[in-house]
């Protein structure tokens, strides 16, 4: 399930953060709504969300819906929002700006689907886990270990589809199979 109260505060620029101010609502119980489909929204959080955007509650579930039946993706532009929606593991979202060049190194340095899960068989499944560790331990003493973490965990986790000259799309590789 696409995040669709994260697409529906970046279409009205705004962010989680902002629905937190107020203390009405915590940081966990975002999380856990971010991750539903607005139809199984509880009254209580469906209202607590309308007070905070100072919309009306009907109208919210309506713009929720529409979102979640579209095509409208989550746009990532700075690296923050790109680990927390790999951290998320969001189903897919799109990447624009800069980001475009990291997602060009990671696609240059995957090998194909099909030598890995050769390797995967040939090792009894340990290679990859193995190597994912090593790379780790390397990672550590790297001077930007974050990003190469993140490079790590997205060449893992997702598919990489550029879509044009400004975007890219990422899903979950799990969602193919």
């Known amino acids: 399930m696409k995040n669709v109260l994260d697409i529906y505060l970046q279409k009205h620029g705004l962010t989680r953060i902002d629905l937190l101010r107020s203390g009405k609502l915590s940081e966990a119980q975002l999380a856990r709504i971010s991750k539903r489909d607005p139809e199984k929204y509880s009254v209580k959080a ?24 579209s095509q409208e993706l989550y746009e990532v532009t ?36 099909m030598a890995e899960t050769g390797f995967d068989l040939g090792s009894g499944g340990s290679g990859s886990l193995g190597a994912r560790g090593v790379l780790r331990v390397i990672n550590f003493f790297e001077e930007d270990s974050k990003t190469e973490n993140l490079k790590q ?25």
């Open 46 to 69: 469906l209202d607590a969300l309308a007070k905070e955007l100072d919309v009306n509650s009907d109208e919210l579930l309506a713009d929720l819906k529409n979102i979640r039946d």
């Open 78 to 113: 700075d690296t923050n929002e790109l680990r927390q929606r790999v951290k998320e593991q969001e189903e897919e979202f799109l990447v624009k700006g800069d980001l475009r060049e990291l997602l060009k190194e990671i696609k240059r340095s995957q090998v194909s689907e």
């Open 153 to 177: 965990d997205i060449a893992q986790l997702y598919t990489i589809k550029f879509i044009d000259d400004a975007a890219a799309k990422l899903r979950l590789k799990q969602l193919d199979y």
